[in-house]
């Protein structure tokens, strides 16, 4: 399952879904990644202009623009960086919040604040979250 803020979009998944168990899924939240690329504001439309995708996609907030924006947001960020096989799995949270809703089975969380800049491959989340 992909999403951008895959948590905020799995709390409706859940009540959608109430009764119906899918099994197991692994999750990427492109959320998650960009936090770890460029600075605050962190929107799919933010995405969509950082990586000059303006003229390839629509930000109409309708599903399929969205889907379709994102399929091009996690292109582009596997040409600037290999690593999206580690975020799979991987949510990064606001620490001043925390997680909203339930947790997803089988994703592990993190806090994740913002970055100015993105980031060098040993200070992404995933590289911190080895270490530990």
């Known amino acids: 399952m992909i999403a951008h803020n895959a948590q905020f979009d799995a709390c409706f ?12 899924l692994d999750w990427l939240d492109s959320l998650t990644v960009y936090k770890d690329r460029r ?19 629509q930000n109409s907030h309708r ?23 580690n975020y799979v799995n991987l949510f990064g949270y606001n620490p001043k ?5 339930h947790r997803i089975t089988g994703v592990r969380y993190e806090p994740q604040g913002f970055n100015k800049t993105i980031t060098r491959p040993e200070q992404t989340l995933p590289a911190r979250t080895r270490r530990k």
Do not use: C, Q, T, W
């Not at 919040?97 to 809703?101: A, D, L």
């Open 13 to 24: 998944l859940r009540e959608l879904l109430r009764g119906f168990k899918p099994g197991h």
């Open 97 to 101: 919040y925390g997680v909203s809703g």
């Open 63 to 85: 599903a399929i623009d969205d889907v379709l924006a994102l399929f091009e947001v996690l292109k582009a960020m596997d040409e600037e960086r290999d690593d999206l096989a």
């Open 39 to 57: 600075a605050y504001p962190h929107k799919l439309a933010n995405a969509i202009i950082a990586y000059e995708l303006e003229d390839k996609v």
